[in-house]
């Protein structure tokens, strides 16, 4: 492989995740194969959910159901309608993200039961999966795209990151990247919590719907520190686990 100055920041920032912030890290590019125990799990590359972790999860944070209670809550998490446009999938997903997924089932005495299953947990960190992947292969309708870096927490892609090099302008990255990739393969967006834009100095914080003015720098690690705007910071802002887990549930409108 090739290191522009690009993917040595995509690398750079991947590192970081693992090192730093105790996330797992992995290059996908041309790492991945696909079937159920490839690399993501993943069945194929229009697969934006990674299934196979979000299934463990559903099954250690709501222990002892039956196989019909996950089985309607992955269908709820990964289904969508068509017409629906993609702020409106976002806040569907965001509501069963947070406040659960209300499913139905038939309990041992065949009596109809309806109970709501934990996606997260956000009293304890650890007791979820973060996975930061490189170069992810996504397939839309009509085009393929690889984002730079995908932030998935117990399957779910919640972070996107574009990467950019020191000498590019961050804003490029939102007009002609981003926009690029919420139109050939919106469905990566349907989970999304957070958007980055970022290079080695320099680094933006989003959603999906924000406008440029409002994507904004994340310039301390807390109130009384000196501001200091560049890419660690707002890493260590806001993906520190526990960090990453409160904006999810608590400053996400």
């Known amino acids: 492989m090739i290191f522009t100055e690009d993917t040595l920041v995509q690398r750079t920032t991947a590192d970081y995740f693992e090192q730093q912030l105790g996330w797992r890290s992995v290059y996908a590019y041309n790492n991945e194969d696909f079937g159920t125990g490839s690399l993501l799990g993943r069945a194929s590359d229009r697969e934006v959910v990674l299934t196979r972790t979000l299934r463990k999860k559903l099954e250690a944070l709501n222990p002892n159901l039956p196989d019909a209670a996950y089985d309607d809550a992955m269908r709820q998490i990964t289904a969508t309608i068509a017409s629906q446009t993609l702020a409106a999938i976002n806040c569907e997903k965001y509501a069963q993200m947070c406040d ?24 304890a960190p650890d007791n979820n999966d973060f996975l930061c992947v490189r170069e992810l292969w996504v397939r839309g309708d009509l085009y393929r795209r690889r984002a730079d ?3 998935f927490i117990n399957g779910l892609p919640l972070l996107f990151i574009e990467c950019k090099n020191i000498h590019k302008n961050l804003k490029a990255a939102f007009e002609k990247n981003f926009s690029d990739y ?34 904004n720098e994340w310039k301390r690690l807390a109130e009384e520190a000196p501001g200091v705007v560049d890419m660690e910071t707002l890493l260590k802002g806001v993906c520190e686990k526990r960090n990453f887990l409160d904006l999810v549930e608590n400053f996400i409108l």
């Open 100 to 123: 659960g997924v209300q499913v139905t089932f038939r309990n041992d005495n065949g009596e109809r039961v309806r109970q709501r299953l934990r996606v997260f947990d956000f009293d």
């Open 149 to 151: 870096i995908i932030g």
């Open 182 to 215: 919420r139109d050939t393969v919106p469905h990566l967006f349907h989970h999304n919590a957070i958007v980055m834009f970022g290079h080695g100095e320099q680094a933006k914080i989003g959603s999906i719907t924000s406008r440029w003015e409002h994507f």
